[in-house]
């Protein structure tokens, strides 16, 4: 009798893991599609995505359309333009950008990018990116990365 009961006991433990086991994997699948890009160099970069950037210090201008939320730090000039852009000039410090279908064309000599989230870059000049999936140059041409 004490067998069987342990034989139960084990049969729904095993079958309740079996039921969990998909729901696991359900979840990972929806996850899938974000990632991160890490990328420094000189010349222009233009971001279209959802998620968050960060931009470090010295890149000389941004313009950036659809962020919910637009973080500065240090001194720099804003301008909102006639279609809604706003153009970052001058900041000395971090700009972190938060949104859904943000465009974001950032010009510089020092650029440094940090973007999470889904979404696609454009990396004219010269330097180095890096996703979960890949890393590369930049070229002049320009190098397409996805995110």
């Known amino acids: 009798m004490v067998r069987k009961n342990w034989f139960r006991l084990l049969l729904a433990l095993g079958l309740m893991l ?26 222009i970069v233009k971001l279209v995505g959802d998620g968050s950037m960060s931009i470090g210090r010295g890149a000389d201008t941004v313009w950036v359309k659809n962020a919910t939320r637009i973080m500065t730090e240090g001194k720099g000039r804003r301008t909102v333009l006639p279609d809604g852009t706003v153009r970052l000039t001058g900041y000395t410090g971090a700009v972190t950008l938060i949104g859904e279908g943000m465009e974001v064309k950032v010009v510089g000599g020092v650029i440094t990018i940090r973007a999470e989230g889904h979404g696609t870059a454009t990396l004219y ?16 041409a320009g190098a397409q990365v996805e995110y």
């Open 18 to 43: 079996a039921l969990l086991a998909p729901a696991r994997i359900t979840l990972a699948v929806e996850a899938d599609g974000t990632g991160t890009l890490q990328a420094q160099g000189k010349g």
């Open 125 to 140: 000049g010269a330097g180095t990116y890096e996703t979960v999936a890949a890393q590369g140059e930049w070229v002049r």
